[in-house]
């Protein structure tokens, strides 16, 4: 009898706690001062005019002068390449305290990042929420010492997270390993004909994944990449790959992008075709902007470094023409950082200052775009009635200037707080 009473009272329907966030300038697409938020639970319940909610009983937090965005969404991270538990922890940390509610892992050892993801949803850690992917590449990239480092215990192209593809490959087995992972999306990366990755995208989404690919994979040209229907394509700068007179033949052996071979000037028109077409299945782009100009400033200060396939420059002018275009653009940003800020802050900060996004369409590339990289635009990317309560409380207008995302004072997330000035960048999650 005792042991039924206990099992009764775990299975019991959780106390409905609501709390009024009230009096904010809410940005959400647009600025509507005097906005209210009712939350019960993990859930918005409301949004509506200040004093036109009813919330009695509610728990009320007065945010007047305070503006609120949805929660920030990295489209594009790696928490274990190699596994470091120690450095996810912070990198983890450091986002939500920092404004950041969900990211998107794009392929790691996903033994260590589904037991990240088992932690943050139980609420072990202070974690956004993590969407991640399962690596399919051909068979020579395998010789790749990033897949050695997250495929442990696993002959290279074996593992269910990082499969070898060729002719002889049963796709239908290889996307059900690879859903057996957990993974949201099958991650197309490189050294596949157009034919098989065409046919992966196809399998993939009869059984109801995603799939994530580079924009050129090698010695596939972006054009066939976007001809295979992926749901999303990741660096804006490998699309200029299109425009190069002959394609690399591999992941390994490719070269930088030859800028000489698009317009001296202006939109190129080999770009707008591709974004034509991309606009046209609804592809969105995760442009990994900042990524490409941190590598040339870390190389004018130590000219040793090996130099990256793409400047800062075409990067930036190549988001530029494809938001004109009307490609919806995700902020990933393919980086991390030390110190108190997510790296998604200098991404936005690339996305307006370098590419000539406005500042609300750099928050619509970190909120709802991300969401939808992520497949979840149902439940997070925006405050609305039904989704997740995941919004971030800030002291100053990121439509004045976009830096302002730095302004926390609190990260909302299903619901619980986590005011700014709990963190500290030393601190260590177990």
Known sequence: MIRFLIAALLLAEPVQAETLYTDATLIDGTARPHTDILV????????????SLKAEGARVVGLSGRF???????????LATPPDRSQALKDLRRNLYGGVTAVRDMADDLRAV??????AEAGEIASPDIAFAALMAGPDFFADPRVLSVSKGWAPGTAPWMQAIDGRTDLRLAVARARGTGAAAIKIYADLPARLIKAITKEAHRQGML?????????????????????AVSHACYLAYQADPSMPPAYEDRTP??????????????????????KRRGILLDATGAIFERAEQARAK????RPMRCTGGLTA???GQAYRAGITISAGTDFTVDGAWPALDDELVFLVERAGLPPVEALRAATINGARAMGREKDMGSIEAGKLADFVVLTRDPLADIANVRSVEMTVKHGREYPRADYQPGDDQK
């Open 40 to 51: 019960r639970n993990e859930r918005i319940l409301a949004v509506g005019v200040r004093g």
């Open 68 to 78: 609120v965005i949805p929660g920030l969404i990295d489209s594009h991270v790696h």
């Open 114 to 119: 589904a037991e990240l993801v088992r932690e």
């Open 211 to 231: 799939v994530w690919t580079h924009s050129a994979i090698f010695p596939t040209r972006p054009a066939d990449v976007i001809a295979a229907g992926p749901d």
């Open 257 to 278: 992008v030859h800028e000489e071979h698009l317009a001296a000037s202006g939109d190129d028109p080999v770009m707008a075709r591709l974004f034509v077409e991309m």
């Open 302 to 305: 130590d000219p040793k470094l």
């Open 317 to 319: 002018r190549l988001i």
